[in-house]
């Protein structure tokens, strides 16, 4: 199984960008996943996450900006950014627990200021 992010870019600060992830198998489901970041010299974080009972945690930074979400009958994560700013600029992975984890390929997204 394989999961890929998408919907990074370019984008202004005070700009929205919506980041979707994907398994390569439809029958994946997405329990327990999370998005992490991880910006140029930085070690990757924990951006947000959402556990298989809907109860959902946001790094400090990103709160009241970042919603992290499920596709219906838990096809797909998402993660909706609001209010960007330049210190998001980052690549993006979804993790996911489906019996094991898997990490996603990144989606990078830059901010400019």
């Known amino acids: 199984v394989q999961l890929q992010a998408s919907g990074g870019g370019l984008v202004q600060a005070g700009g929205s960008l919506r980041l979707s992830c994907a398994a390569s198998?439809?029958?994946?489901?997405?329990?327990?996943f999370g998005w992490y970041r991880q910006a140029p010299g930085q070690e990757r974080e924990l951006v947000a996450s959402?556990?298989?009972?809907?109860?959902?945690n946001y790094a400090d930074s990103v709160k009241g900006r970042f919603t992290i979400s499920r596709g219906n009958a838990r096809r797909g994560g998402y993660l909706q950014m609001n209010s960007l700013k330049p210190e998001d600029t980052a690549i993006y992975y979804c993790?996911?627990?489906?019996?094991?984890?898997?990490w996603g390929q990144g989606t990078l997204v830059t901010v400019s200021s």
């Open positions: 993790r996911a627990r489906w019996g094991q984890w898997y």
């Open positions: 198998r439809r029958t994946f489901a997405f329990n327990d």
């Open positions: 959402l556990s298989s009972g809907g109860d959902s």
